[in-house]
């Protein structure tokens, strides 16, 4: 079956009325038959009909065994880390999201779950770097934002082989581009607020489970602490689940054309997208994705934040905004945005530069959305004749 016929028929029709469109159950309680007796639902925290069909829907296109949906992408990520215990360890991709770091950093190290941040891309490094403490790896993959690839299913062996749980972060692809359950992961995570929804209008996270056993943790720990996603919430997640497909393949193919061009632009020094054969883990990335995906990172020969700044600030159809995978495009400067809680530091080691830019591409005519950044990268014309020797290297 073509994956759009199944994200598309994956929605059940309504039991109760025939409804095409998933009834939005708009209620905080259940009348009970007689005490503790009840159709399955007893209170909303706790479960939602149209929460149940976002939950059961993911699970399905992500091959796992269930689904729980979040108030936000690090509410899902919390949970995950709530499966751990003080003294354990958490082995984390180096280029990591801000708001990844921040609770991992600032939230749970004081709560002495520690957290070793290494490159993923190479699996040696996550081998090299377990211990008997280390309880959970975390990956992103495509990484947030110089679009690192990993190679989940060589790490997932090491993760088993040593009774690890691997969790992939699997926002920037979707499901419609890669599926790491399938590839060996225990866990999968997604702020569904990206390309899930796919219109820029609700805050949302997931996790999917590989086991039930697993699941069941996951279950216990959404309804204990409560950061569940509302229904109405819930039901803009599943009408942009029917559009993933198709739109997924929109924004690479409009990404591709447009990371392309920024590769021959004389003020750009390096271009991240993972569908450039430059890429340095293009092969891995073509073993494991569908797609490449609508994200693409660059920064400037000249790594100065002034100027990228006035880039950034100059776009007509790139609107300056943090968050990504909406149909409309966004550029933003992680530095001073999505990526300022990471120590300027860190943030150079794993490659997040003053002047790196990540675009996230829309569904806008390509040829409308290279015109802008053209604009935007040629028009300060005095800045460029300062450092014309820099920009011509």
């Known amino acids: 079956m073509n994956e759009q016929t199944k994200i598309l028929h994956s929605i059940p029709v309504d039991e109760l009325t025939g409804a095409i469109s998933t009834p939005i159950y708009q209620t905080s309680t259940y009348v009970q038959e007689a005490p503790g007796l009840n159709k399955g639902y007893d209170y909303a925290r706790s479960n939602?009909?149209?929460?149940?069909?976002?939950?059961?829907?993911?699970?399905?296109?992500?091959?796992?065994?269930?689904?729980?949906?979040?108030?936000?992408?690090?509410?899902?990520?919390?949970?995950?880390?709530?499966?751990?215990?003080s003294g354990d360890e958490i082995i984390a991709v180096d280029d990591i999201y801000g708001g990844a770091f921040r609770l991992f950093t600032q939230i749970y190290e004081k709560f002495g779950i520690?957290?070793?941040?290494?490159?993923?891309?190479?699996?040696?490094?996550?081998?090299?770097?377990?211990?008997?403490?280390?309880?959970?790896?975390w990956l992103e993959t495509p990484t947030n934002?110089?679009?690192?690839?990993?190679?989940?299913?060589?790490?997932?062996?090491?993760?088993?082989?040593?009774?690890?749980?691997?969790?992939?972060?699997?926002?920037?692809?979707?499901?419609?581009?890669?599926k790491p359950i399938e590839l060996g992961a225990d866990l999968v995570v997604h702020s569904a607020t990206k390309y899930l929804a796919g219109h820029s209008d609700l805050i949302a996270g997931l996790v999917v489970s590989k086991t039930k056993e697993l699941g069941e943790k996951i279950k216990f720990i959404q309804n204990a602490s409560g950061a569940i996603l509302a229904p109405f919430d819930s039901w803009l997640v599943i009408r942009g689940i029917e559009t993933l497909g198709l739109r997924v393949k929109q924004h690479s193919e409009n990404a591709q054309k447009i990371a392309e061009f920024l590769q021959g632009q004389d003020i750009v020094k390096n271009v991240y997208y993972p569908g450039l054969s430059t890429h340095k883990n293009h092969k891995i990335a073509s073993q494991q994705l569908k797609y490449f995906g609508?994200?693409?990172?660059?920064?400037?020969?000249?790594?100065?934040?002034?100027?990228?700044?006035?880039?950034?600030?100059?776009?007509?159809?790139?609107?300056?905004?943090?968050?990504?995978?909406?149909?409309?495009?966004?550029?933003?400067?992680?530095?001073?945005?999505?990526?300022?809680?990471?120590?300027?530091?860190?943030?150079?080691?794993?490659?997040?530069?003053d002047s790196l830019i990540r675009l996230s591409v829309g569904l806008e005519d390509v040829s409308d959305l290279i015109s802008d950044l053209k604009t935007a990268l040629y028009s300060f014309n005095e800045f460029q004749i300062a450092h014309r020797n820099a920009f011509t290297a």
């Open 114 to 137: 520690s957290v070793k941040y290494v490159d993923t891309t190479n699996a040696a490094n996550v081998a090299a770097a377990l211990s008997s403490k280390t309880k959970l790896i």
């Open 145 to 178: 934002p110089t679009l690192k690839i990993s190679d989940v299913k060589t790490i997932a062996s090491i993760a088993q082989a040593n009774n690890i749980l691997l969790c992939v972060d699997n926002t920037f692809a979707s499901p419609a581009a890669q």
């Open 294 to 353: 609508g994200v693409i990172s660059f920064d400037l020969k000249v790594d100065d934040k002034e100027f990228a700044t006035q880039i950034v600030s100059n776009t007509r159809f790139f609107k300056l905004a943090e968050s990504l995978g909406g149909v409309k495009s966004l550029i933003c400067l992680p530095s001073e945005m999505t990526h300022k809680s990471i120590p300027r530091e860190k943030r150079y080691q794993s490659g997040v530069t």
């Open 48 to 85: 939602n009909p149209t929460r149940k069909v976002l939950e059961d829907l993911i699970a399905k296109l992500e091959g796992g065994s269930s689904g729980y949906a979040f108030a936000s992408g690090l509410a899902a990520i919390d949970a995950v880390v709530k499966l751990l215990k």
